[in-house]
Nanobody
Framework: QVQLVESGGGLVQAGDSLRLSCAAS????????VGWFRQAPGKEREFVAK????????AYADSVKGRFTISSDNTRATVYLQMNNLKPEDTAVYYC???????????????WGQGTQVTVSS
């Protein structure tokens, strides 16, 4: 059974940084793809970034390119999302998800975490 647990969310001011973590269990195979998605109130869940658990195969949404960095530690089965220069429009619940044949679409991910709230004040 694959389980994903996110942590690291919080309340910050615009321009600040946060690092989210996604600890995976039950999917220690490096070829799993782990993605980050976010959902703001009243909006659909959207893709943010993805990476293979073993590293590589990364991709980012245009809205976060140059500000967010995804990285992985396969020995810890953990994927991180470093978020710099945060903006109020980054406010959302952030979810990590995992799938063997996943890309940027939600449908490719089979397992989801419970989410962590990120709030950016102006």
């Amino acid at each position: 059974q694959v389980q994903l647990v996110e942590s690291g969310g919080g309340l910050v001011q615009a321009g600040d940084s946060l690092r989210l973590s996604c600890a995976a269990s039950g999917c220690t195979f490096g070829w799993y793809v782990v993605g980050w998605f976010r959902q703001a109130p009243g909006k659909e869940r959207e893709f943010v970034a993805k990476s293979r658990l073993s590293g590589g195969n990364t991709a980012y949404a245009d809205s976060v390119k140059g500000r967010f960095t995804i990285s992985s530690d396969n020995t810890r089965a953990t994927v991180y999302l470093q978020m710099n220069n945060l903006k109020p429009e980054d406010t959302a619940v952030y979810y990590c998800a995992a799938g063997l044949r996943a890309d940027t679409a939600l449908q490719g991910y089979d397992y989801w975490g419970q989410g962590t709230q990120v709030t950016v004040s102006s």
